[in-house]
C-alpha cells in the first residue's frame, strides 16, 4: 500500500510539475507578448508625445493657412494615435491579467507539490518509524532471549509473541491486535505470578516473625536462666565461704551441711538442666536464625525476581502502549487512506462516465458521418456515371459536328463551284445584284466570323447570330424575289441555299449543344471533385475520430485498471479495517 501511495504521489507530482512547466512557458510567451506590446506602447506614447510637442508650438506661434493642411493631417494623426495607445494599454492589462492568472496556477501548483512533498516525507517518516518498530521488536526479542532458564516458559511465550508480531509487522496490522491480547494474557499471567509471588513473600515474612518472636522468647528465658544461674554460683560461693567459716562447727551442724549438699546436688542437676536448655535454646535459636538467612534469602530472590518481572510488566506495558498508538496511527492512516481511496474512486467513476459518455457521443457522430460518407459515395458513383454519360453524349457530338462540319466544307466548296457558274451567268444581272452580293458577302463575312468564335460565344451571341440568320433569309428572299428573273439558276441556286441554310442551322444547333454538354460535363466534373475532396475530409474526420476512440478506449482501459487496483485497495483496506 505504501508502494503504492508512493507511486500516486510520484505521478502526481510528476503531472504538477509537467503542468507548471506548461504554465510556466505559457507565462513567458505572454511576458514576451507584454515585453513587445509595452516596447509598442512606448513607441506610439513618445511619437504622440512628439506630436502633441509639435503641435503645441505651432498653435502657440498662430501659423498662417499655408500649413493648414498639415495641422490637420496632424490633428487627424493624433486621435489615430491615441486610439492605438489605448488598444496596446488595452492589451498590456489583459496581458498582466493573463499573468497574474498564469502565476496564481503555478503558485497552486507549487503549493499542490509541496503538500506532495509533505505527504511523499510522511511516508517516509513513517516506512522509517516501521523499520524503527521492526528494530525495536528484534532487539526486544534477543532481551526476551536473555531471560533466565526459571523464566523459561514465560520466555517461549514473549518469544513466540515476538515472532508472531515481528512476522506479520510488515503487511497484515491486523495481527498485531492480536499479538496484543496474547500481550494482554501474558501481562494477565506475568500479574498473577507476581501476586503469587507477594503472597510467598508475605507467607515468608509471617513466618520469619514468627520465628524471630519464638527466638526473641527464646533468648529472654536464656537470659532469665542466665540470671538464675548467676544467682545459683553465688549462693554456691556464699555457701562455700560459709563451708570454709564453719568447718570449726563440723560435728554441730552436720545435718545441716547433709541438707547444704542436697541442695547443692540439687541445684548442680538444676544448672545442668539449665545448661542443657541453654544449650538447646541456643542450637534452636542457630536453626532459627539459619531459617531466618534462608528465608530473608528467598525474599530477596523473590523480590529480585518480581521486580524484574514488575520491570518486564512495565516494559510490556510501554510496548503495549507503543503497539496501541502504532496501530491507532496505522488505523487512522489506513481510514485516511481509505477516504482518499474512496474520493479517488469516485473521481474516476465520474470520469469513466465522462469517457463513456464522449464514447457515445463519438459513436453517433461516427455513425452520422459514416451514413453521410455513404450517401457522398452513392451521390459520387451516381455522377460518375452521368459524367460518363455527358462525356460518351459529348463524344457522340464532337463527332457528328466535326462530320457535319466536313459536309459543311463540302457544300462550301460546292458552293463556290456553283456560285462561280452562276456568276459567270448572271454577268447580265451583275450591277443588280451588286448591292446584294455585297451585303450577302458582309452577313456571310458574320456567320464565318460567328462560326469561328462559337465555342466561346454565349447565349447573346447566339441569339445575334439567330438574328443575322434571319437578315439572312429575308436578304435571300429579297434576292429570290430579284432572281424570279433566273428560273432555273435561281432555282439551283435557292435549292443550294436552301441546304447551305439548313446544314449551318444543323452545327450551329450541334455547336451550342456540343457547347451546353461541355459547359455541362465541366460542372459535374467540378461537383465531382468537391465531392471527392469532401469525402475526403470526411474520411480524414472518420479516421481521427476512429484514433481518438482508440485514445479514448485506451484511456478508458487505463482508467479501468486504476478502478481495479483501488478496489482492491480498498478491499484490503475494508478487510483490514473489519478486523481491526
Given at each position: ?11 502526481r ?14 507565462m ?29 508650438p ?5 501659423w ?15 486621435p ?20 497574474v ?13 509541496v503538500n ?18 521492526q ?61 503469587e ?17 519464638a ?29 570454709t567459716?564453719?568447718?570449726d ?5 552436720w545435718k ?11 541445684e548442680?542437676?538444676?544448672r ?34 518480581s ?6 510488566i ?29 474520493c ?7 470520469e ?8 457515445a457521443?463519438?459513436?453517433t ?8 460518407l ?6 459520387c ?22 462530320e457535319i462540319?466536313t ?9 463556290k ?51 443575322l ?7 435571300e428572299?429579297?434576292?429570290?424575289e ?20 439548313r ?24 461537383v465531382?471533385n ?20 482508440k ?30
Amino acid at each position: 500500500m505504501a508502494v503504492l501511495l508512493e507511486s500516486t504521489s510520484n505521478e502526481r507530482a510528476a503531472a504538477n510539475e509537467l503542468e507548471r512547466t506548461t504554465h510556466i512557458h505559457e507565462m513567458e510567451k505572454i511576458e514576451c507578448e507584454l515585453s513587445s506590446v509595452r516596447q509598442e506602447l512606448e513607441a506610439a506614447q513618445k511619437l504622440l508625445k512628439e506630436k502633441e510637442e509639435s503641435e503645441k508650438p505651432k498653435e502657440e506661434q498662430g501659423w498662417g493657412w499655408e500649413d493648414s493642411q498639415s495641422t490637420e493631417d496632424e490633428s487627424k494623426e493624433i486621435p489615430i494615435l491615441r486610439a492605438k495607445v489605448a488598444e496596446l494599454e488595452e492589451s498590456e492589462r489583459e496581458c498582466k491579467k493573463v499573468i497574474v492568472e498564469q502565476q496564481s496556477k503555478i503558485e497552486s501548483m507549487q503549493e499542490e507539490l509541496v503538500n506532495a512533498e509533505t505527504c511523499r516525507e510522511e511516508l517516509e517518516d513513517a516506512s522509517q518509524q516501521v523499520n524503527e518498530l521492526q528494530r525495536e521488536l528484534r532487539e526486544m526479542k534477543r532481551q526476551v532471549q536473555a531471560h533466565n532458564n526459571e523464566e523459561e516458559r514465560l520466555k517461549n511465550r514473549i518469544s513466540e509473541l515476538e515472532k508472531n508480531t515481528e512476522s506479520s509487522w510488515g503487511d497484515d496490522w491486523n495481527d498485531t491486535t492480536t499479538s496484543a491480547s496474547k500481550v494482554n494474557e501474558e501481562q494477565e499471567e506475568l500479574e498473577r505470578i507476581r501476586d503469587e509471588a507477594d503472597r510467598k513473600v508475605a507467607e515468608l515474612e509471617l513466618q520469619v516473625e514468627q520465628k524471630v518472636c519464638a527466638l526473641v522468647d527464646a533468648e529472654k528465658e536464656l537470659t532469665v536462666l542466665r540470671v538464675r544461674i548467676g544467682k545459683l554460683e553465688t549462693e554456691k560461693l556464699q555457701a562455700d565461704l560459709q563451708m570454709t567459716a564453719e568447718e570449726d562447727g563440723w560435728g554441730n551442724e552436720w545435718k545441716a551441711e547433709e541438707q547444704k549438699d542436697v541442695d547443692s546436688a540439687a541445684e548442680t542437676q538444676r544448672r545442668e538442666e539449665a545448661e542443657a536448655l541453654v544449650e538447646s535454646l541456643r542450637d534452636v535459636a542457630a536453626t532459627l536464625r539459619e531459617q531466618v538467612d534462608d528465608l530473608q534469602e528467598k525474599l530477596l530472590s523473590a523480590t529480585e525476581v518480581s521486580e524484574e518481572r514488575q520491570n518486564e510488566i512495565c516494559r510490556l506495558q510501554t510496548k503495549i502502549e507503543q503497539l496501541q498508538t502504532t496501530i491507532e496511527s496505522r488505523t487512522e492512516l489506513q481510514e485516511a487512506e481509505h477516504h482518499r481511496s474512496e474520493c479517488e474512486l469516485e473521481t474516476l467513476c465520474e470520469e469513466r462516465r465522462r469517457v463513456q459518455d464522449e464514447l457515445a457521443s463519438a459513436e453517433t457522430e461516427k455513425i452520422r458521418l459514416e451514413e453521410q460518407l455513404m450517401a457522398s459515395k452513392m451521390m459520387c458513383d451516381d455522377l460518375k456515371t452521368e459524367l460518363q454519360l455527358q462525356k460518351a453524349n459529348s463524344s457522340e457530338l464532337t463527332e457528328k459536328y466535326d462530320e457535319i462540319r466536313t459536309r459543311c466544307g463540302d457544300v462550301e466548296a460546292m458552293l463556290k463551284v456553283w456560285k462561280a457558274t452562276v456568276e459567270a451567268e448572271r454577268n447580265s444581272l451583275s450591277e443588280r445584284l451588286a448591292m446584294v452580293k455585297s451585303e450577302l458577302e458582309a452577313v456571310m463575312e458574320q456567320i464565318q466570323s460567328r462560326e469561328e468564335q462559337e465555342k466561346n460565344v454565349d447565349q447573346r451571341s447566339l441569339d445575334e447570330l439567330r438574328e443575322l440568320k434571319i437578315q439572312k433569309e429575308h436578304l435571300e428572299t429579297n434576292l429570290n424575289e430579284m432572281r424570279r428573273e433566273l428560273e432555273e439558276k435561281e432555282v439551283q441556286n435557292n435549292l443550294l441555299k436552301d441546304s447551305e441554310a439548313r446544314l449551318l442551322d444543323s452545327v450551329d444547333e450541334y455547336g451550342a449543344q456540343a457547347e451546353r454538354y461541355q459547359q455541362e460535363t465541366e460542372r459535374l466534373q467540378q461537383v465531382v471533385n468537391t465531392l471527392e475532396q469532401e469525402r475526403t475530409e470526411l474520411e480524414e474526420e472518420i479516421e481521427e475520430l476512429r484514433n481518438s476512440e482508440k485514445m479514448r478506449e485506451q484511456h478508458q482501459h487505463e482508467i479501468e485498471e486504476r478502478l481495479h487496483v483501488v478496489e482492491k485497495g480498498r478491499e484490503v483496506l475494508e478487510t483490514k479495517i473489519s478486523q481491526q
